[in-house]
């Protein structure tokens, strides 16, 4: 080995305490690059192969009833590679043993011919046999909430018939991989569930015998989305079409879109972070060995080493730091990623996980990582080899001190000399005292930047049940029915108050901007489920008119005043020019409400309700599900409450895992930033501190001079993070937000408490450990050495 | 510890040693730095300490200094036994007691000459003012300068200040004029007699110049871990009238 190299490993062994903290701030970037990376792609290319594989369609439409025939029709269509009809209804299930009504989406299975598209992925037992009307595949998370075997039965009321069904196999789709019942705002495997039968069955119970609810369509790679949906929309209108829709608009594609989308912002956001605080600290401790071996580089060079060879001496040593940190970031980020993505993969359901961990992203974490290590270097690397090694070799010029103030003014505060000389020798390096100030202010902003998101959800529960969706249940019926089918809700038992509601799907345009949504006609001042205005004051819906939630407004760039075109998908297809009357708040999906009596004359219809919310009297339960469970007329019942516990569990799950994960880093920065800037301060001042010691003072007494700097630089750079975490909060909503839901940006003051205590919290352990070597100090040894 | 307890009835007793030993151990290799030193030093001495390299005159100043212990042996300052002090206690007594000029000053660079003094009147018991003790060693002009803006004697001198300004009753001084040239050095050397007389403290001198030993009141030759020879100087004289 060269001597140079021998070195070389021997500052590394010597240094390894500094060397390790700045290795790990390096390996959390390379970590939640691969990490980040390596999930999203590991799920990307999952969701790839198993929509390739089981043929995931490009365009959907559901009709009321549309004759088979009309399927060779649309394999004509120019850019349709293959075209799938069926039955998909959803209807009331009765569970034995589970008191509240569950529903299932049942969808028809070919008669007599392989499935074309969507196909089943089944995970155990076997198909119905063709034409058996009790035997049903069921959704294998459905299966798996009621322990149901092969075997099971369960009944359901379809079209208006109770029926009793046996499970013969449980399966997965490519269709519901995020099986979302309506009305929910989380999958809830227990209450929702996907029931496939034989064809001929279903269309039997639905009187659909020869015809088909539902189409899907797979396109040719050079097709054109837009016009296939075009043509679709033109044949299935006389049909009862509610208009086609491509992949972005069926739930659980789009949900998994959106799960995707935050994972990449994540690899982007939090990489470069660590990597420019590394950077710092690689400049730091850099400038500081490179000072104490200035008249070691002006040997070298004066024995023939040529500035370049010194350089690259100083750049190996911070490459094999950065290597070593990329090294445990690789393993940290594959480890992580593994499991967040099995995480990912039990959440939705995938019958399958690729594990895609592209060796490109390796390289390219190395790369990043050696980068920003080589970058942090180069000033304190060309500041030392460019001297000659004439000049070198002296030691430097003694550091200059300024008095800041008037001597007046030290003789007045009458400050501690021992605070004073903390003061001067902060300002004396300012570069690396702020490179610190911003290393530790980054941990905090990655505090604040995640703990948010605690409040923030809480937030959105208390608008979204608490002033918003204020009903216990949801009770959709099969069909509209008019008014007078309130009475009946109203009569069920337990019932305390009902509202109705009129859901219209539509088409909603400005522009050339354009959604498929449900605009909800409510009656004027209601109590239960009301619309509330951006301050949160229930909105009083005026007779004319249509108001939009902030998200749909903003994505139509539509204001109040402006009109807003609104095509109806039922009965005449009619496009109507509406005014924007009010922008309200909401956090989940695109919403649009009207008047419920305006809602009613744009259809042409007279006083009909698509079913009502309720508030019922909960020592009634019970009875009130056992009734609700027989009623023909009920499609499915959306239980607020439950969804609600549902929703915190999911959400509070996830949350937690990413913000211990946010935590672990963030400690990571701020133990690394504190314990070096402690480290090369003490080798500064080592001699001071000594002397101060030899001197009669205590060892607290000269620890509090080190750990006063520390204490300075950490409580300056709280303020900073704070700023800095509102902007990566504010990074955080904006990437997070899609058209499925927004998240508050909500910050409560707990939230910077929090962060400050847990980086303050890692700054002393650091300062104690530093403090440790000031115990041992051997204060002979310094006074014997001149610097 | 009170500074009038007598020890001896005609003489007050500063430092007494008995069979001082100390023995460093590094690695597999032993080296006995004192090998049995019986030492006295009286209330008010100047002494110079003087010996080769090696041979045991740095450690001796550090033990009675309570910057380090003996291996075995006696130390006592006045009727306090510093070899059974614990480490906070030699924590205070080099607080209460003792100033220690170096011979690299170890002034700290961030504080000016007057600060520097300060940083120990601000912790002493019954320190005189900070000017006062740069106006001792003739400071007074430079006394808002830092470090880095004072000569090698300049700074030696702010240095001998910092170590007076608790009135201390030892001065222990290893190598003082090590770093300067002559006439620097005999500055600092009248600076110290200065002190020496006007607040009493016995004074101990290591060097290695032997022009030194004619301003001291007693000189102690160490050779090899012992005290080879001992001698009194019968005619002062004053640092001006030496040089080297």
Redesign the interface.
């Known amino acids: 080995m060269r001597a140079l190299n021998r070195k070389l490993l021997r500052d590394l062994v010597r240094m390894w305490p500094q060397a390790l903290a700045i290795a790990l701030v390096m390996a959390s970037g390379a970590a939640t690059l691969i990490l980040g990376v390596g999930s999203h792609g590991s799920l990307a290319e999952t969701r790839a192969i198993y929509y390739e594989r089981n043929r995931f369609a490009d365009v959907f439409a559901d009709v009321t009833r549309a004759p088979n025939i009309l399927a060779e029709e649309i394999a004509h269509i120019p850019g349709v590679a293959a075209v799938e009809t069926r039955i998909a209804k959803i209807a009331l299930l009765d569970i034995p043993g589970m008191a509240e009504p569950a529903s299932a989406m049942f969808v028809s299975i070919p008669h007599l011919r392989e499935q074309r598209l969507n196909l089943l992925h089944l995970r155990s037992g076997r198909l119905p046999i063709a034409g058996d009307e009790r035997e049903v595949v069921v959704s294998e998370p459905f299966a798996l909430a009621h322990k149901f075997d092969i075997g099971s039965s369960f009944e359901a009321i379809l079209n208006g018939r109770k029926r009793t069904f046996r499970i013969v196999g449980t399966a997965l789709s490519p269709e519901f991989i995020y099986a979302l019942g309506p009305w929910d705002l989380m999958p809830d495997d227990r209450r929702f569930g996907i029931v496939w039968m034989s064809e001929p069955a279903l269309a039997g119970a639905f009187d659909l015998t020869g015809a088909f609810s539902s189409v899907h369509v797979k396109l040719l790679h050079d097709a054109s989305e837009s016009e296939v949906i075009d043509r679709l929309d033109q044949m299935l209108t006389r049909y009862g079409g509610l208009g086609a829709y491509g992949r972005r608009d069926q739930t659980s594609h789009a949900f998994l879109d959106a799960e995707l989308q935050q994972l990449e912002a994540m690899s982007r956001v939090l990489p470069p972070i660590f990597l420019i605080v590394a950077a710092f600290l690689v400049n730091m401790t850099l400038s500081r060995l490179i000072s104490l071996e200035r008249e070691q580089i002006g040997l070298l060079k004066a024995i023939g080493y040529g500035s370049w060879a010194v350089g690259v001496h100083y750049m190996q040593f911070v490459s094999v730091i950065a290597l070593v940190g990329a090294a445990i970031g690789a393993v940290a980020g594959t480890w992580l990623g593994v499991g967040l993505t099995r995480l990912y993969g039990d959440f939705f359901h995938f019958p399958f996980l690729v594990f895609r961990m592209d060796p490109g992203v390796y390289l390219i974490a190395a790369g990043v990582t050696v980068t920003a290590a080589v970058l942090g270097a180069l000033k304190a690397v060309r500041d030392v080899v460019g001297l000659p090694p004439a000049v070198a070799m002296t030691p430097p010029a003694p550091a200059q001190y300024r008095r800041l103030l008037l001597p007046i003014v030290y003789s007045l505060l009458r400050l501690p000399q021992t605070f004073i000389m903390a003061a001067r020798h902060l300002l004396r390096w300012p570069v690396r005292t702020l490179s610190s100030l911003l290393g530790i202010a980054a941990s905090v902003a990655i505090l604040v930047g995640s703990l948010w998101s605690f409040g923030s959800v809480d937030y959105m529960i208390d608008v979204t049940f608490h002033r918003a969706d204020r009903q216990d249940a949801t009770i959709n019926f099969v069909r509209e029915r008019p008014e007078s089918a309130l009475w009946n809700v109203m009569n069920l038992p337990g019932v305390l108050r009902a509202e109705p509601y009129r859901s219209i799907p539509v088409k909603i345009r400005n522009g050339n901007v354009e959604r498929r949504i449900a605009v909800v006609g409510k009656p004027p001042g209601t109590d239960l489920s009301r619309v509330l205005d951006r301050s949160l004051r229930p909105v009083r819906l005026p007779e004319t008119g249509i108001a939009l939630s902030v998200a749909l407004a903003d994505i139509l760039k539509a204001k109040v005043g402006d009109l807003v075109e609104v095509e109806l998908l039922e009965r005449d297809r009619r496009r109507v020019d509406l005014p924007v009357t009010a922008i309200i708040e909401g956090y989940m999906g695109l919403m649009a409400y009207m008047d419920i009596a305006e809602a009613n004359r744009l259809m042409h219809e007279g006083s009909m309700i698509s079913g009502a919310h309720i508030a019922f009297d909960s020592q009634r339960q019970d009875e009130l599900f056992q009734t609700l469970k027989e009623t023909p007329t009920a499609s499915f019942i959306a239980l607020q409450r439950v969804s609600l516990q549902k929703f915190r569990d999911t959400i509070a799950e996830n949350i937690f895992i990413m913000v211990t994960m946010y935590v672990s880093l963030a400690v990571v920065i701020a133990f690394g930033v504190v314990y070096n800037f402690a480290r090369i301060s003490l080798s500064e001042q080592g001699r001071e501190i000594a002397s101060l010691r030899v001197l009669g003072f205590t060892r607290g007494e000269v620890s509090s001079i080190l750990l006063s700097e520390l204490a300075v630089v950490t409580l300056l750079a709280q303020p900073l993070g704070w700023i800095l975490g509102y902007a990566l909060a504010a990074l955080s909503v904006w990437a997070f937000e899609s058209e499925l839901y927004r998240v508050p940006l909500i910050l409560e003051p707990y939230v910077y408490a929090t962060g400050s205590l847990l980086v303050i919290a890692a700054a002393i352990v650091s300062g104690l450990i530093v403090r440790r070597r000031i115990d041992r100090l051997d204060l002979i040894e310094v006074l014997k050495t001149r610097e | 510890m009170h500074r009038n307890k007598v020890v001896h009835p005609m003489t007050e007793i500063t430092f007494r040693t008995r069979n001082l030993t100390k023995t460093y151990i590094s690695g597999a290799v032993e080296v006995q730095a004192l090998r049995g030193v019986d030492f006295e030093a009286e209330a008010g001495e100047f002494l110079v300490i003087l010996g080769p390299s090696g041979s045991g005159k740095?450690t001796f100043l550090?033990i009675v200094?309570g910057?380090?212990q003996p291996t075995s042996g006696e130390v006592w300052f006045q009727d306090h036994e510093l070899s059974r002090m614990s480490e906070?206690e030699l924590?205070?007594?080099?607080?209460?007691h003792?100033g220690?000029v170096?011979q690299?000053y170890?002034?700290?660079?961030?504080?000016?000459a007057?600060?520097?003094v300060?940083?120990?009147t601000?912790?002493a018991r019954k320190p005189m003012q900070p000017e006062e003790a740069l106006d001792l060693v003739g400071l007074t002009p430079r006394m808002?300068h830092?470090?880095?803006q004072l000569s090698g004697g300049e700074q030696q001198r702010v240095a001998i200040a910092?170590a007076i300004a608790?009135r201390p009753e030892v001065l222990l001084c290893?190598e003082p004029t090590g770093a300067l040239d002559s006439k620097t050095g005999i500055l600092v050397l009248e600076a110290l007699l200065k002190v020496n007389i006007e607040i009493g403290a016995t004074t101990l001198v290591i060097t290695h110049n032997v022009a030194i030993q004619e301003i001291a009141h007693r000189v102690i030759q160490f050779a090899d871990g012992r005290i080879a020879a001992t001698h009194t100087i019968a005619e002062r004289k004053p640092a001006s009238a030496i040089h080297w």
């Open positions: 740095s550090n200094g910057l380090d906070r924590t205070l007594y080099r607080r209460d003792v220690f170096f690299f170890n002034l700290v660079p961030s504080l000016t007057r600060e520097n300060a940083l120990v601000d912790i808002d830092f470090p880095a910092r608790k290893d």
